[in-house]
């Protein structure tokens, strides 16, 4: 995109925040989201990465989406992953290797099951909405 | 059947030992017999960090969040939420509005986590990649505001009613910063991001470059505005990669867009930023060094006055600010000064990130407001100490700050409390120890790192610095004299008055502070030579009691250096000049045969 005005980028927030609307509206999409800071690389995020790839691909799940982010601050815990499926709480998971990715996979996302021992808390409420 | 409801049960340990498990087996079997086993499934989770209230249940998408829930209470659980929809009254959780006292009273906000996040609003929720996903995230709302809606006078009022204070360590009104820099005539100005995060311990800059880096970008822009400069500079020390990758993808996507470069949002306003690598020398945290080393001189500080805003980088005005200072004022700005006013207390507002690490079950990065206690960081939402042992004291500040004992667990902390128990905020690292750490040996850890990190430029902090390493390193081989402590009393107050910059000033804190507190502990090795946490090796030798021990040879299988020695079935032996003290004979021993002293 070229250099945005005043009414461009007001534009494009409010479609980017009606879009957000629309994906919890909707639902159609499953977003897993896995922490990337530093902390959860050296933990072993790429590893969870590569497990939730590979069990996507075999499953020939077509509308998930894998997403980065940074540190959730729950160092203890990492590498730690927020799955978002559609009809199911937003849940964040800690602790994850390829192993793990690959149940989250086929238990929360293709049956709509909790994966039991990994569940973590959300640490804070949200102060922009 | 599909499922209809989770039933999250905390799992943490706190909650485990007050009957987690028996709430847990009680639901299974009252799903069960009540016949909606199918519909419902039945999860152990994290520590919710709630543990005063624990053990906690939560009921989902009813979003029910039960507390001091009893085993006997799974059937109404059941029955009520799951089956019916309806929330079970008598166990539900209610906020305490206004907890924190007056000051506290954030509208509407289930607070039973504790943590509050301005700072991280976006750490972990967004692609740090996606400049897109900052936006919508009202990213670049309030660099719009101060373009085009506000005045530069109208952005220093807003700082000065939200009442936020530099986050680095020294806690300095960021409005007055600010204020001084722009109200100097100068043709140019700059803003200087500090992201030289060097305390042993600190890393919640890093993680915030790393999970949301527009927000730094944006709030020096907005600096920027205010004062009338063009140019920034984010110094940032090079042993974070990551963080430098994602900080110049961020600019790339916000020259892009036309947020970052000529002629901002067609506003006519031009602010560009570059990043300036550090090798990581601790004294480069130091504003004075900091700048120095930007223009591409040795890291040592000059004297202050003049200070940085009148006459800083390339000696124009400039504005300093660390990175979590910075990732604050989209919020203010956005939200409005009162609105952050509301939160903390009544002379630090706002909210602050800790670095918690140590001896912690849930270590981590929390943002509480100000005014939370240590006893809610340490004991709530850290979880309390691993393995069952006692609390024995918190390090804040790093190498500048001081310990603070479970005395005052129970202060609200903050920048002024902070200081009269004789510790300090710093950048927030927050290091706790227990029963097992040994007082002389960490201050001699954050000594030695002094040692180390000094510049050399001034004699109080190049000679003091390694004088105190002198007497903590003899206390620590039991060679202390009972003068020694007063000597090192009278050169840490010579320092603090006497060192050139913030480094030498705060470098005796530790040992001060620890000296009020632990005084007994260093007593105890200077005069009896024992170091009672078993930290101080040359104080610790290791026996076997003969009459405990059967002769199994664990302890002369596990011993690296092969100094035990003994018959099988017969009493072993450790040969006192070679043993290096490593403490695997004494983990090993099933049989308690072998003791520290």
């Known amino acids: ?129 | 059947m599909a499922v209809k409801n989770y039933i999250l049960v905390c799992g943490g340990t706190a909650c485990e030992s007050s009957k987690g498990d028996d709430i847990f087996n009680n639901l299974l079997k009252e799903a069960e017999a009540q016949g909606v086993a199918d519909d419902v499934q039945i999860v152990k989770t994290g520590c919710f960090g709630f543990c005063e209230k624990g053990p906690i249940v939560k009921v989902l998408p009813e979003q029910a969040f039960y507390v001091e829930v009893k085993p006997e209470d799974a059937g109404e659980i059941i029955s009520e939420t799951v089956i019916k929809g309806r929330m079970v009254d008598r166990i539900l959780y209610k906020p305490e509005k206004g907890a924190k006292g007056d000051a506290f009273d954030i509208d509407n906000i289930e607070f039973y986590q504790k943590q509050y996040r301005i700072v991280l609003r976006n750490c972990g929720l967004i692609n740090p990649e996606d400049i897109d996903e900052y936006i919508a995230r009202d990213g670049y709302a309030a660099l719009e505001k101060c373009l085009f809606d506000i005045t530069p006078d109208q952005i220093i009022e807003e700082l000065k009613v939200s009442g936020l204070r530099g986050r680095g360590g020294a806690g300095f009104p960021t409005w007055m910063k600010w204020n001084f820099t722009k109200q100097v005539e100068s043709d140019q100005k700059y803003i200087v991001c500090n992201a030289d995060e060097g305390d042993p311990g600190a890393y919640m800059d890093r993680s915030t470059l790393e999970g949301d880096p527009h927000s730094i970008l944006e709030a020096m822009t907005i600096a920027g505005i205010c004062v009338g400069a063009n140019m920034g500079a984010i110094y940032i020390r090079a042993e974070y990669p990551l963080a430098i990758e994602r900080l110049e993808t961020a600019m790339a996507q916000a020259r892009e867009y036309g947020l970052l470069g000529k002629d901002i949002l067609g506003s006519g306003f031009d602010f560009d930023i570059e990043l300036r690598l550090g090798a990581g020398a601790f004294v480069c945290g130091e504003e004075t060094a900091l700048l120095a080393s930007i223009e591409g001189k040795r890291g040592m500080p000059i004297p202050k006055p003049p200070f940085p805003a009148v006459k800083g980088l390339f000696a124009e005005p400039t504005v300093i600010n660390n990175v979590e200072t910075y990732a604050n004022i989209p919020a203010i700005l956005t939200k409005g000064g009162e609105w952050f006013a509301k939160i903390g207390t009544e002379k630090s507002k706002g909210t602050k990130v800790f670095a918690l690490t140590g001896k912690i079950k849930n270590s981590g990065l929390v943002e509480v407001p100000m005014g939370t206690t240590l006893r809610e960081i340490v004991f709530e939402i850290g979880g309390g100490i691993p393995n069952g042992k006692k609390f024995k004291a918190v390090q804040t500040g790093g190498p500048s700050g001081g310990v603070i004992t479970d005395k005052y667990l129970d202060t609200p902390i903050d920048f002024d409390n902070l200081i009269s128990i004789g510790s300090m905020m710093g950048s927030g690292g927050m290091i706790v120890m227990d029963e097992d750490d040994c007082i002389v040996d960490v201050n001699r850890f954050y000594m030695d790192f002094c040692v180390e990190e000094s510049c050399g430029k001034c004699a109080p902090c190049r000679i003091g610095t390694k004088k105190l390493m002198g007497y903590l390193d003899r206390f620590t081989q039991g060679k202390g004299e009972v003068e020694d402590i007063q000597k090192m009393k009278d050169i840490g107050e010579a320092m603090k008055k006497a060192a050139l910059c913030g480094l030498g000033q705060t470098a005796p804190n530790p040992i001060l502070s620890s000296l009020e507190h632990f005084g007994h502990e260093y007593m105890e090795h200077i005069e009896e030579g024992k170091c009672a946490a078993g930290k101080c090796k040359d104080l610790v030798h290791y026996k076997i009691i003969a009459e405990k021990c059967i002769g199994c040879t664990v302890c002369a299988r596990k011993c690296p250096v092969n100094c035990i020695e003994g018959e099988r079935k017969k009493p072993h032996v450790i040969d006192q000049e070679k043993c290096i003290k490593c403490g695997a004979c004494f983990e090993g021993c099933k049989f308690d045969a072998i003791i520290v002293s």
């Open chain 1, 1 to 129: 995109m070229a250099k945005m005005t005043l009414e461009e980028l007001r534009k494009l927030r409010s479609s980017q925040k009606s879009e957000m609307e629309r994906r919890d509206v909707e639902g159609k999409e499953t977003h897993i989201i896995v922490g990337m800071g530093t902390c959860g690389i050296a933990a072993g995020a790429k590893g969870a990465l590569d497990g939730f790839l590979d069990t996507i691909k075999k499953n020939n799940l077509d509308d998930v989406v894998v997403k980065q982010t940074g540190c959730m601050g729950l160092c203890y815990a990492e590498p730690t992953v927020e799955v978002k499926v559609p009809g199911m709480p937003d849940t964040i998971y800690g602790n994850v290797d390829a192993k793990v990715a690959a149940e989250i996979v086929e238990k929360h996302i293709m049956h709509k099951e909790l994966v039991q021992d990994h569940i973590q808390d959300k640490p804070a409420g949200d102060i922009i909405k």
